[in-house]
């Protein structure tokens, strides 16, 4: 009796597994909430967050030098801001996506972006030039007021639109766009990118997080491989990997020239981080470089482009 009970039973539950995928063509993934740091529900929540990962320590390793007394933006910089703006977007994927060891790449990725931005690091400094990220908060000696034509961002009288910020924004409409992505009056307050370091970090992974135009991939799709290229793609060598995000991100100020230094520069933050935070850089992936694709958006005025 009892035993054709628990057949019966395996039975039905084979049926129930066997219909389960059939109901929705995706699996139903589960969702997490983690509270203030990872706000689901989300799948991006059941995993471990960038705090899990990614600890004040080592966050001082990165940048050791950011508060030197020839650092530029001394106390501005600190692991709290990171985290608190990294928070929104990790419900969204950001250090979220993969397992651990996507995760901290990622994580030294989009630093690798920010070091080269904000070094102040040149061949004789201590430590070497790859110790000072986070040195700048803003472009010393602008050689403009970054101030275009636009309608639906027009520049506001008396402000100055030069390169601030943790992955330095210049020109009227890029502060214009990418405030309302965050939800921060950044046209009429440019400075606030270099007073406030959570909305600077919030500023540039909004970048990160976001496609400069519809249908175009994230520096985060390029390189988490949420990106699968298209046709006209691989013609133009773009192809999924750390190179993609500069070509996101730069265009062809940094890609399609060559093995040129603003390239070479960048990769050498990111490779030097990921050996910090203990992942190596025998993993930094392939398509490491951007020196032969062409830009997604050519010659484009990119939020983080200074010409
Ligand atoms: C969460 O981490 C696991 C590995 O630990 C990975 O397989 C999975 O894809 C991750 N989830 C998401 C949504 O990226
Ligand atoms: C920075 O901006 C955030 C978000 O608007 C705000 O909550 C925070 O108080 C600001 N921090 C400082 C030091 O002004
Ligand atoms: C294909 O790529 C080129 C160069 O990047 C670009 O100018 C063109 O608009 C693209 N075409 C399509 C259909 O996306």
Redesign the pocket.
Known sequence: MGGRWAAAVAVVALLVAAAGPAVGKKEKEKMCDKGWECRGPSVYCCNATIMDLFQVYQFENLFPNRNAPVAHAVGLWDYQAFITAAALFEPLGFGTTGGKQMQMKEIAAFFGHVGSKTSCGYGVATGGPLAWGLCYNREMSPSQDYCAENSDYPCSPGVLYYGRGALPVYWNYNYGVIGEGIK?DLLNHPE?LE??A??AF?AAIWRWMTPMKKKQPSAHDVFVGNWKPTKNDTLSKRVPGFGATMNVLYGDLVCGQGYIDSMNNIISHYQFYLDLMGVGRQYSGDNLDCAEQLAFNPSGKDATSSS
Do not use: K, R, S, V
């Open positions: 921060a606030y007073q406030n959570t909305l919030q």
